[in-house]
């Protein structure tokens, strides 16, 4: 007997099919992002995309997450990072994704890729675990037009790097960044970076600056930056905020109503900070700038020049004394390639390991050794603790690991490589009531997602990305040290990339879901 079905039952059909969802997370407290508190939900996730958010939702799905008892919350932002060159070195992206990371912003402090849509194609190719956005940077701009020259751009080299900044915001950036302590950047006037900022302001982006000083004059930097916002007509992103040197500690009294004025101003600037007292930059940093130019064999040749030799170890000195510092010991070596023995400790051990006297006239030399056998990257000891939750108090300020993707084993980095977040929810929210949890995640969420206007990004929210972390309030905790860095952070038990489960049950999955991210600027192929 042949049975004809209605047409009403097909439809039902289809409809009771189609909501079915591809993961739903259940009896977890959301989070949601926008700073508002908890509540309990469900979340239900399809290609992609949540499709339905709520206390009522009750679908069948490929994969149930029992959330009880933790909280739910969109993937963290870093909204300042440097992947350029180590994103193939561990594709699984572990030291982020461990640290509820699921996006980067990529290309800060004036260094980045010169061809973005290159590059973004490649971050698509490569696959990676986590999602990848980037600014185009000035200084391999500069570079790629006049090297690392100590002079102003004629016309000619200003029009060629206009038309790389172009191009760069068209193929996808998200802005333009500096590096206004490093070489190149460091010889550029304001005029130069006002007129590449228009032009990334052109195509809505952001301005985001490593500021020419973080200490003595960390006042006069702050105004360049938004001067730069202000002539310029760009939202601006302060990078790692902060107050360097001890004899500076305190002056966020002074650094921070600089923003708050700024905004009532009608400038659009925000910062960022990552929540340690130290720092990590190139030990090149301690050198006067004049002696940088023009690559390493012309670095090498001034140091060996014995009035250059004197000049740099009494700036140095100086520099010291001012800290009112009798040794170097605030500076330690993070990466050196030619002698790895150097790696954890600081330029007074090294000194002494050398057989080297116990002066600081001593240590002036070894680091002017380091830097004749190609210099290394180091971790500096300098800021107070009191300047880092006042700065963290401010609410426009974001959390930033200032870091590359780790790999286990390589060399001493900064532990914010690997437990920013994670420090942040600990030891701030969770031990010193510094900020709350929901204020804490819209730091690390809505707010950077809003500011590189990653527009489906950073909510809990209906039709959004299915970016998600769920975590253990009372566990979470970063595991990372200086004298151990190498360690993942603990308390994050599901990750979710574009809807694909990444960690299940504090584990890497092996899943490579993230993709890259295009700026507003970008033109979509075939326009």
């Known amino acids: 007997m042949k049975w004809i079905l209605p047409f009403w039952f097909f439809t039902i059909s289809f409809a009771a099919q189609s909501q079915d969802c591809d993961i739903l997370i259940t009896n977890g407290k959301i989070i949601d992002g926008t700073g508002n508190s908890w509540y309990y939900g469900n979340i239900a996730v399809k290609n992609g995309k949540i499709i339905k ?14 959330a ?25 992206a572990q030291s ?39 600014l185009i940077g000035h200084n391999d701009v500069r570079k790629a037009v006049m090297g690392r020259a100590n002079r102003d751009a004629t016309p000619d080299e200003m029009k060629q790097m206009d038309n790389i900044v172009d191009k760069a915001m068209k193929d996808g950036a998200v802005g333009l960044s500096t590096g206004l302590i490093y070489i190149p950047g460091t010889y550029t006037k304001t005029p130069e970076i006002v007129e590449l900022a228009k ?29 730069i916002g202000r002539e310029a007509k760009i939202p601006v992103e302060i990078s790692h905020f902060k107050l360097s040197g001890q004899h500076n500690w305190g002056r966020s009294k002074e650094t921070v109503p600089m923003i708050e004025a700024a905004r009532k101003e009608g400038i659009e600037v925000t910062i960022d900070q990552y929540p340690y007292t130290a720092s990590s930059t190139s030990i090149s940093t301690l050198i006067p700038d004049e002696i940088l130019a023009d690559g390493q064999d012309s670095i090498k040749a001034r140091l060996q020049r014995p009035d250059v030799k004197k000049y740099v170890t009494d700036y140095m000195i100086a520099r010291l004394k001012k800290r009112k510092l009798k040794h170097f010991s605030y500076a330690v070596v ?13 330029i007074e051990q090294i000194n002494l390991m050398k057989g080297r006297k116990h002066k600081v006239k001593e240590e002036a030399l070894t680091v002017i050794d380091i830097m004749m056998g190609g210099g290394a990257s180091a971790v500096f000891h300098g800021m107070g603790d009191e300047d880092v939750k006042r700065i963290m108090q401010y609410p426009f300020n974001m959390f930033a690991s200032d870091a590359s993707i780790r790999v286990l084993g ?21 031990e010193e009531k510094v900020l709350s949890l929901e204020e804490a995640i819209r730091r690390m969420t809505s707010l950077p997602a809003q500011k590189f206007q990653l527009k ?38 599901f990750v979710i990339v574009n809807g694909v489960l990444t960690v299940d049950n504090e584990k890497h ?13 970008s033109i979509p192929k075939g326009f």
Not at 113 to 131: P, V
Not at 459 to 481: H, M, P, R, W
Request: aromatic share 10%.
């Open 410 to 430: 390589a060399g001493m980095p900064h532990p914010r490589g690997y437990g920013t977040n994670a420090r942040v929810l600990a030891k701030y929210v969770r």
């Open 509 to 521: 999955l092996g899943v490579r879901a993230g993709k890259a991210l295009y700026g507003p600027g």
């Open 199 to 227: 032009i990334a302001a052109k195509y809505n982006g952001v301005y985001a600056s490593h500021m020419r000083d973080e200490g003595d004059s960390v006042t006069q930097a702050i105004e360049e930056a938004l001067t």
């Open 96 to 134: 982020f994704i461990y640290d509820g990371v699921t996006t980067c912003i990529t290309g800060n402090c004036g260094s980045s890729n010169t061809d973005i849509g290159k590059y973004l194609q490649w971050i698509d190719s490569l696959k990676l675990s986590i999602n990848v956005a980037t």
């Open 334 to 346: 993070a990466n050196y390639s030619p002698d790895t023995t150097y790696n954890g400790k600081s």
């Open 53 to 66: 958010i709520g206390r009522d939702v009750n679908l069948s799905a490929k994969k149930i997450i029992d």
């Open 456 to 493: 489906d990004r950073g909510l809990l929210k209906e039709f959004y990305a299915a970016d998600i972390v769920i975590f253990d309030e009372k566990e979470v905790k970063d595991v990372s040290t200086f004298e151990k860095p190498h360690a993942y952070s603990k308390g994050f038990h």
């Open 68 to 92: 009880k008892g933790l909280i739910i919350a969109p993937g963290f932002i870093d909204v300042h990072t440097h992947l350029e060159g180590d994103e193939d070195k561990d594709p699984m």
